[in-house]
């Protein structure tokens, strides 16, 4: 995942911690934090509704900026009782249940008034509404009091950095209806926030709107708040800033359903599977961001809600098969912003696919690397093989002919590294002063290590970029293919096999009967057990006598937590259950396992992660799954350990179980063809049936239904219309 966390295993070995990693004190996502997100806004709030300062993260942001940092509702000076908080299922609106609490300087008891809070986030605007209704039998009178605040704190200083100075704070502009926070940054944005009060309030001060409501007997009334973030304070004299909730709600409600309905309807025997399934589809859809060169998945909320490429890649991959616009947006965004020169301090080498890209006071002012940076190894490769795959699904050639230059540039930037490797590997060193020092998808500091827990040096080649290598080379030699370039389709399908071979040399373990995590830039292999080399079953590189080796090893006790994949094993010195990536549980890492024991046959492996994973989501609020887990084993009757500052949502997790899902089918999506093929599907054991309904084929749309009969899987279709074929075969050992 992108970044470096605190809270990994190098924090409980004294190492050095790097300056923009997320400290530990915060609050978890177990403690029930409720999250909207609109492109790029977003907002965490607690159960409540309420946004409280020294929260973390609570608050409203926009372009990496928090512009609210205190939100309270109040009735006579003390916090409604809370009855219900949720999110509804398309993730749009926040409704939560609230009542009085006993206010006897105004005669009222408690429970009389129920106070229905709704919020939505459209653009840059969060609208609230509040609807309050008196059950009592005389009118009532409810002094409220929203409390707001802004301290515009960029976006890594609410993560935990230091920062050297800051701007300044205009004196807030109270109108008769409004107050309005400014910040003049040092990079000389003017950043405004105005919050807005229907009706007109009986009091604002620079820190609270006062209302003196009054109610009558068995009669509601209601309130609205609307909140406009803004990079200039001329913007807030637009029209958009006055608008209602009940104009703003269809609109955004529209706009989320028309996203979602790209997307095939999965339906189950299994109602828990179903809302797994549901809220995973819809946190995808919600971090959905449009840019200006595409849509793209923003990696996850609150501390990685913008571009992140590996993220973005890993999410349309999965997300392939149901929805291929999805990956079409990732490749236009990253081919847009693809280095171009080399740029030591960013980490950028020409044809290098960006990691991640940052707006922000402190990235606008280079305080961080990160306004747009290139550390990472593996993002380049797997661009590649997201085009390759884009291809066979959808058959548009014309998109992948025009991003051909792209894919070049891609592939030479690969070849040169490993040309100046000195294992003659795909490797990272960091040419940064403040970047990553790891540049693989575990990215914290202590995450790449020996036996005996040393940490290796630089340049550091991983097992599993070795092999997104492999598969991108087969990817570009599959498009120079349907482009007529058979030359250059035999010479990239001869490297790839080049690089097995010397990936089998210099990388498997026999006394581990697993690959190495990595090689050292001295030669030397990592030689611990790591879920990196399940990645290597998922790209094809392993050979299949060491893939089973290997997927004994991704089964091992010891590897499989009964919940998920283990990033490092029990027995290993570094292993920690609460680290970031020394013992943790990633979904989308486990995910890859699965898909990667699959491909190799080992359907029943894939099928007891699809069950673990399913499992654990039953005990996730809103059955969402987030970014990681902690590594502890599964026991009777106990819910997964949380990891407390995991982003929830994150977009490669709630993609997860779509990749699960085909591959325990073994789907494959031929677009130019119109073909679909189920190779070897199963089913676990708690599901009888499946049905994926409306799966767009090129010009067809069919229904798809995989169901347990007589102890047999049995697949049938309806082809709505369009033509398309669909075929299920068994299969001994996929590859």
Known sequence: MPEIRSGTSAATHGEPQHPHSVHPCRESIDDGVRVLKDGESFAVFDRHGDAIPGRSSHGLYHDGTRHLSRLLLSIGGRRPLLLKSTIHPDNLLLAIDLTNPDCPEVQLEADTVHIFRSKVLHGSALHERLRLTNHGLVPVRLPLTFHVGSDFADLFEVRGSRRPGHGRHRAPEIADTSVRFGYVGLDDVVRVTEVRCWPQPARITASALELDVQIEAKSSTTIELAITCVGAATALATPETRRR??????????????????????????????????????????????????????????????????????????????????????????????????????????????????????????????????????????????????????????????????????????????????????????????????????????????????????????????????????????????????????????????????????????????????????????????????????????????????????????????????????????????????????????????????????????????????????????????????????????????????????????????????????????????????????LPGWLDWIVIEGLVVGDAVLDLRVARDHGEIVVTHDVHHGHATVEAVRSAGRR
């Open 245 to 682: 909730f009940d104009d703003v709600y269809p609109e955004a409600k529209q706009r989320r359903a028309q996203r979602r309905a790209r997307c095939p309807r999965i339906r189950s025997s299994s109602p828990g599977f179903d809302r797994w399934i549901d809220r995973s589809l819809a946190d995808v859809y919600m971090m959905l961001s449009e840019t200006p060169n595409g849509p793209y998945p923003y990696a996850g909320v609150p501390w990685y809600s913008t571009v992140f490429g590996r993220d973005g890649i890993l999410t349309a991959l999965s997300m392939l098969w149901a929805d291929p616009a999805i990956a079409r947006g990732v490749l236009d965004v990253l081919a847009a912003t693809q280095a171009f020169e080399r740029d030591d301090v960013r980490d950028a080498q020409p044809g290098k696919i960006v990691h991640e890209l940052r707006g922000g006071e402190m990235a606008a002012l280079g305080e961080i690397p990160f306004g747009r940076y290139y550390g990472t190894v593996d993002a380049t490769p797997l661009f590649v093989v997201l085009a390759g795959a884009y291809l066979e699904r959808t058959g548009d050639l014309a998109t992948v002919r025009r991003l051909w230059t792209h894919l070049e540039q891609a592939l030479a930037w690969i070849d040169a590294n490993a040309s100046a490797s000195p294992t003659g590997f795909v490797s990272y060193a960091t040419t940064s002063a403040g970047g990553l020092v790891q540049q693989g998808w575990k990215d914290s500091t202590s995450s790449v290590f020996d036996l005996d827990g040393r940490l290796v040096d630089p340049p550091i080649a991983l097992c599993e970029v070795q092999g997104y290598v492999y598969a991108a080379r087969r990817a570009a030699a599959l498009v120079a293919h349907h482009m007529g370039d058979e030359p250059r389709a035999a010479a990239l399908e001869e490297a790839a096999e080049g690089l097995r071979v010397r990936f089998e040399r210099a990388f498997w373990l026999p006394e581990l009967g697993t690959y190495a995590l990595a090689l050292a830039g001295d030669g030397q292999p990592c030689r611990v057990w790591t879920s990196n080399p399940g990645h290597c079953l998922w790209s094809g590189i392993a050979s299949p006598e060491r893939a089973a080796q290997v997927g004994a090893m991704l089964l091992d006790p010891r590897m499989f937590s009964g919940w998920g994949v283990r990033t490092l094993a029990t027995h290993e010195v570094r292993y920690n259950p609460m680290s970031y990536h020394n013992g943790s549980v990633w979904p989308h890492d486990t995910a890859l396992c699965a898909a990667g024991l699959a491909r190799y046959g080992m359907t029943d492996g894939a099928l007891a992660i699809l069950t673990g994973l399913h499992d654990a989501s039953s005990y996730m609020d809103l059955n969402r799954m987030p970014e990681l887990l902690c590594g502890f084993a599964r026991k009777d009757g106990q819910g997964p350990t949380m990891y407390p500052v995991a982003c929830s949502p994150q977009a490669w997790a709630a993609a997860a179980p779509m990749l699960l899902l085909s591959s325990c089918l073994g789907l494959v999506v031929d677009g130019s063809r119109r073909a679909v093929r189920l190779v070897g599907p199963a």
